[in-house]
């Protein structure tokens, strides 16, 4: 069965974003309801773990991932600026992943179900944000794996009074959105995803040839030159 590994944004003493009257949940409060959700949707179809960044930091969160060794990882925020401002985005960071169109593949996913969900018009659809540097935000979440698919969901402006209605209202729809993109996109790759770790294999065992036969060559014994010197003629 495929695992997912859902990590919650912030954590219950720095609880992240706050929300219009609409919604009255925090970040962390909202992503942990989310995750709930998620988890027992999920029952069945694939194992969802959730992890949360009490005491252990962004850091501590992503190890805690790599231990569980999911086929990805999504992590839940949303949004906030002045109120005025509405729609739904993605952070993510492929330059040294294993498989960097898988993740770009997942995340468009991602994004599709939640535009639909929240009834993104052409302003509402943020699109995919790759941050470059450690500046940029969303930086250090993002590039802290290569092993799997790591993209962090801002689904929606908690400080937006209709955003903070949807978001209520279609807590569920969105949560379940969750796990039919990371469905749709990890169930089709079963065997694509075969093919790419016998050739990764395959790589590896190239690489272990060519040093065997370097060792070997390293440690064949050398013949003896035989003399240079010409006999004098008597």
Known sequence: MKKLALIVGHDKKQ????????????????GREVAALAQRYAKGKCDVHVILRDYIGITGAYNRAKEIKPDACIEL????????????????????????ELERRFGQKLLDNMYEIFDRGRRGKRGKKEPQTRDERGWYNVSRVQAFPCVLVEPFFGDNPEDAQMAKDKMDEYAHSLIDAFMACFEKNSEAKSKSEERRQEIMGQDSEVATDQNMTENKPKKKKRGSRRKRKG
């Open 15 to 30: 609880q992240g974003a706050t929300s219009h009257k609409n919604l009255k949940m925090s970040e962390y409060a909202y």
């Open 77 to 100: 925020h949303f949004n906030a600026y002045d109120g005025s401002v509405q729609g739904t985005e993605i952070l993510y960071h492929d330059d040294r992943d294993m498989d960097p």
